[in-house]
């Protein structure tokens, strides 16, 4: 098991999400910037839905008890085990006693941790994804305490791979037109892709509001169902991007939606940073 | 039995899921069909989607990108091919308590619109309600069918913290919340009911297309419910609603 001697700023478990409940209005949830995700289970040769941490910021200090082995993928973090440096991508060991403890994010916003067989965590719903009220917690909190599963050395897998991440830390997203994209004024379509937003601070793991505004309107639309990576556009022409934990329906229109991919980019922004939609 | 055919689009939504949409009239006919379409499209694909109805159109999700252009000529063959069932849905009878200590808005409403607080509860329970969609929170029901004499604007300043089981009026809406939350609808009651329990296999009784009619209940009733509640041995009233 492992114990949290810190949290950091907010550090949740997740896995790919809860599915299957979105007609009750249940959000799915899951690693905001799924692609680190499932790379740091890839490098593992874990299952894909396999639960990891989510670290947002700053990063939690960790007492492991047992052995085994680790990824961190996603934002570039400052993190150690003893003294040492821990690196990006690439399989830790970690023997019993042994301590890990995190600084700030120096790149991005979010990190993954992996463990082998993955954080053995309470399954709610067919996943282990906080969400409160669903879960009873929607981070982890100081004293809290995680098991995995007992480290079998016949398992043993060392992925090698090289790995190319740096579209995550880019301005563009890659967006496609949403069900009411002509809902958006002429010019502020055609001019789309010329806008520079920056990222408010209102964003989290419901939604991302952006600072700079498209015209105003007075466009409404009969509560109807929305998705992870959907550009909503309210009355004063602020736009929110819904994020994993957002609401399965709403009532703005939807002008804009992110690609998969897109979804993972934004999740490694934080406030004031600057994105550019490329519409495809 | 034939049923009547309806304008219905077709729209691609991001990668894997396609929106379609009826024409802009919420009605229980609407709806009515768009559960007959659900429930055509839900067996063919079975657990390759997931689908999310509302009101007036129905989100099919794809576990895995689509060819837009191919999944909408199959989904075009299944909407001529459903059939048109004659809507049977669960009505569930729901006890409200409406003592001014849960109905915190209710003196304020008759004040400000010439309207008994009697009369409220009277119109509020006399209504059969449809479930025209479920989202905003897990298990909170919109729905449609508020007579008209008890449509109150929504409140200016939102409440930052609005008791689970609130019963509340917005507009031409009226709903449960079902957990605490922050809310700017007017409080009329509160039910003991949970509409979602995150540990049961069907964590929410109620689905789209279902039919709710309020009760009246005292607050000695509410408490007694409450505890039968929490310890599992409440049944709540359900009946096939015919119309």
Redesign the interface.
Known sequence: MVEVIKSGFFTAVQDLGR?????????ISGAMDSFSALWANELLGNNPNDAVLEITLSGPELLFHEHTEIVLAGAKIEGFIDKQSLPMHHVIEINPGQKIRFGHVLRGCRVYLAVKGGWQTEA??GSRSFFQ???QKSHLTKGDVLNYLPFDKTLDFHANMKIKNDFLFDKTLAV?P??EFDFLKEDDKNRLDEFTFHIDSLNNRMAYQLQEKLSKNNHSI????T?P??IQLTPSGKLIVLMRDA????GYP?IL????QAISVLAQKKTNDAVRFNLL | MQSENFEITF???????V?I?WP?E?STRTLSDVMDFKKIIQEHFKSLC????????L?V?FRQ?IDFEKYVLTLRKLYKKRVHTKPEPMLWHVPVCYDFDFGIDLEELEAANKISVKKIIKLHTEAVYTV?????????M?LGGLPEDIHFPRKAEPRQKVCRGSVGIAGAQTGVYP?ESPGGWNLIGNSPIRF?E??SAN??FV??GDKIRFFEISKSMHELISIQVSTGVFELAKEVWHG
Do not use: H, M, W
């Open positions: 599915f299957d409940f979105r007609d009750k209005g249940v959000p709610i719903l009220p669903i879960s496609f949403g069900p009969t509560t109807s169902a998705l990576g959907t609401q399965t329906t709403g939807r939606q992110l690609s998969e | 729209c691609p939504y991001g990668e894997s899921a929106l949409n802009k919420i997931e689908l999310v109805p509302s009101y007036q159109s989100l999700i990108p025209f969609a479920i989202g905003f929170l897990p298990g909170f919109y957990q979602f995150p540990a964590p929410c689905s789209v």
